[in-house]
């Protein structure tokens, strides 16, 4: 299936579905290739998001909250004063042993294009 993502905007037209099989190493080296700011830590997909305050901080984790609700697909964040960490992976792939999905590399997409917008932009 992720073999027909070449762009960012390939992940972006996506939803999530719920997961079974994890990506492989390769796979998900090459989906993250396409993530500008994402990279690769302890076997998940993991950004940094600054902001120029805690209000914008906030209105970032509150949006994406309420995309990641509408994808039922949920990060862990980290969230300080100027900063939330965002970290994905698929708790069910794997037998239950967790990995890496299609749906994490599709959330990051939206979560990126989030900070991207008018919105919630430092």
């Known amino acids: 299936m992720s073999a027909a993502i070449a762009t960012p905007a390939d992940l972006l037209g996506r939803n999530c579905h719920p997961a079974k099989d994890a990506l ?3 796979e998900a080296a090459r ?3 396409l993530l500008p700011g994402w990279s690769l ?16 901080t906030m ?23 100027k900063n939330c960490i965002v970290r ?6 794997n037998n239950g042993q ?15 294009l989030l900070f991207h917008s008018a919105a919630v932009k430092q």
């Open 24 to 26: 492989g190493a390769d």
């Open 31 to 33: 989906l993250a290739a």
């Open 41 to 56: 830590e302890d076997g998940k997909l993991v950004r940094t998001f600054g902001f120029n305050n805690y209000y914008r």
């Open 59 to 81: 209105a970032f984790v509150n949006a994406l909250a309420y995309l990641s609700h509408a994808e039922d697909h949920h990060p862990e964040m980290t969230v300080t004063y």
């Open 88 to 93: 994905y992976d698929t708790h069910s792939v």
């Open 98 to 112: 967790g990995g890496l999905s299609i749906n994490d590399f599709i959330c990051a997409a939206k979560a990126g």
